[in-house]
């Protein structure tokens, strides 16, 4: 999380991914923040000595991995529901393992609802999701427009064997 020790915005992370020993002066120009999914995993700096603006542009997202977002996701894109046992995403992998818990937890559920339960992206539910009901984990129905998951008796036999407390269903 960024924090603003005046006269320093400090970020964490970007001294150790940049350039360890530099230190940026803004010399009294105004420091446009820009919010982008394409400039990776590290915030860049955009000025010349002649410029009237400094422009940072950051990673939107936040990235667990480095810590080099600005502030952390808001609650609604954190990974939600009961957690996953460690031998299921050794097994599936942690996303899959998530969202194979969260369609047990939550049957019926869209995959925008699955996105979001889940703290991933909707083409992301979508593939992880079609993973799983190739292999006889879920299934799925559609109801008009809405593609609707569930999970499977194997699904909960797995989610079972692996100490989930997802019997119900």
């Known amino acids: 999380m960024a924090m603003w020790n005046a006269p320093v915005l400090e970020i964490p992370g970007y001294r150790r991914l940049v ?5 940026f002066h803004l010399a009294g120009r105004p420091l446009v923040l820009a919010p982008s999914v394409f400039c990776g995993s590290v915030p860049q700096l955009f000025a010349s000595p002649q410029a009237d603006t400094v422009v940072m542009v950051y990673p939107a997202l936040h990235n667990p991995v480095d810590g080099a977002a600005l502030w952390p996701p808001p609650a609604d894109r954190r990974p939600a529901g009961a957690p996953t046992p460690p031998a299921l995403s050794a097994l599936l992998g942690r996303t899959r393992a998530v969202v ?3 369609i047990a937890a939550h049957p019926a559920c869209t995959t925008t609802q699955l996105a979001r339960q889940a703290g991933i992206s909707p083409a992301s539910a979508s593939e992880h999701a079609t993973i799983l009901r190739s292999a006889g984990l879920t299934t799925l129905t559609r109801e008009r427009k809405a593609a609707l998951h ?3 008796h194997l699904g909960l036999t797995l989610l079972n064997a692996n100490g989930s407390a997802h019997a119900s269903t």
């Open 19 to 23: 350039h360890p020993k530099t230190d």
């Open 100 to 102: 194979l818990c969260v």
């Open 150 to 152: 569930t999970v499977t």
